[in-house]
């Protein structure tokens, strides 16, 4: 699936991912002991030097601060860049993320995902995904909850999605199709992407609906981490919403 397309075209060195394959995703996800990479996201070798069958595990890294997060303005596909503090935040991050090993690494293709990419150390080794883009607001895009809900009382994006934008289960089919890809890695893996979406992607590496994003809060330059219990049939959420790196 392709992401919706950007309303500006960012700058980015990082080369695209190629498209993930369903069937792959589908044969990584009933096999067990595929991934290389420990709960603390390390590579476990053992004593004869080969790479031990740990759990895999997903760290989620939300790009850092732009002038629409600040103010509070829903930002979809406009393509803003960082904050000088987003930017500060987002090699907080980097520093973060040190001594974890992550076999794929995929970034949005908007500049506030790339940039913080780049600025916490993986810009070489990203591929871009465009199913990684932040939710189509639509008609709702650069606006405020607070305005939106003036003229719109009741509405809630996790539940009704946005005019001219995305509905929750379009979000939902790209989030799955990033898993699809994360999966079929066979390694310790890291995304970089915006908030709603990756809100939606944990509702759904979990097996909920995507409204259940809701419940997941996210705060700029945060890092969670997905990972399973026991065996690929009981996936978890491992940490959530670690902040405590970033400058507020």
Same mark, same amino acid.
């Given at each position: 699936?392709?992401?919706?397309?950007?309303?500006? +075209?960012?700058?980015?060195?990082?080369?695209?991912?190629?498209?993930?394959?369903?069937?792959?995703?589908? /044969?990584?996800?009933?096999?067990?002991?595929?991934?290389?990479?420990?709960?603390?996201?390390?590579?476990?070798?053992?004593?004869?030097? !080969?790479?031990?069958?740990?759990?895999?595990?997903?760290?989620?890294?939300?790009?850092?601060?732009?002038?629409?997060?600040? !103010?509070? +303005?829903?930002?979809?596909l406009t393509d803003l860049p960082l904050?000088?503090?987003?930017?500060?935040?987002?090699?907080?991050?980097?520093?973060?993320?040190?001594?974890?090993?992550?076999?794929?690494?995929?970034?949005?293709?908007? +500049?506030?995902? !790339?940039?913080?990419?780049?600025? /916490?150390?993986?810009? /070489?080794?990203?591929?871009?995904?465009?199913?990684?883009?932040?939710?189509?607001?639509?008609?709702?895009?650069?606006?405020?909850?607070?305005?939106?809900?003036?003229?719109?009382?009741?509405? +809630?994006?996790?539940?009704?999605?946005?005019?001219?934008?995305?509905?929750?289960?379009?979000?939902?089919?790209?989030?799955?199709?990033?898993?699809?890809?994360?999966?079929?890695?066979? !390694?310790?893996?890291?995304?970089?992407?915006?908030?709603?979406?990756?809100?939606?992607?944990?509702?759904?590496?979990?097996?909920?609906?995507?409204?259940?994003?809701?419940?997941?809060?996210?705060?700029?330059?945060?890092?969670?981490?997905?990972?399973?219990?026991?065996d690929l049939s009981q996936p978890v959420?491992?940490?959530?919403?670690? /902040?405590?790196?970033?400058?507020?």
């Open positions: 699936m392709s992401g919706p397309a950007i309303k500006t +075209q960012p700058f980015h060195p990082i080369r695209e991912a190629s498209p993930a394959s369903a069937a792959d995703g589908v /044969a990584a996800a009933g096999a067990a002991g595929l991934n290389p990479v420990s709960t603390s996201g390390e590579r476990m070798p053992h004593e004869n030097g !080969t790479i031990s069958n740990e759990l895999p595990v997903v760290c989620l890294a939300r790009h850092g601060e732009t002038a629409w997060s600040l !103010t509070g +303005q829903h930002t979809g904050t000088e503090r987003g930017e500060e935040n987002a090699r907080a991050l980097g520093k973060r993320l040190t001594g974890l090993n992550f076999g794929e690494v995929f970034t949005s293709p908007l +500049q506030r995902a !790339t940039r913080t990419c780049e600025l /916490a150390g993986f810009g /070489a080794v990203a591929e871009v995904d465009r199913d990684l883009v932040e939710w189509d607001y639509g008609q709702y895009e650069g606006l405020r909850t607070d305005e939106i809900l003036a003229v719109r009382p009741e509405w +809630q994006l996790f539940r009704d999605g946005c005019p001219g934008g995305e509905s929750p289960d379009q979000v939902g089919a790209r989030a799955d199709c990033v898993l699809t890809r994360v999966r079929a890695a066979r !390694t310790g893996v890291l995304l970089f992407s915006s908030g709603h979406f990756l809100r939606v992607l944990a509702a759904r590496w979990m097996g909920l609906e995507p409204a259940a994003g809701r419940y997941f809060l996210l705060s700029t330059a945060s890092m969670s981490t997905l990972g399973y219990e026991h959420i491992r940490m959530w919403n670690d /902040a405590g790196h970033v400058r507020i």
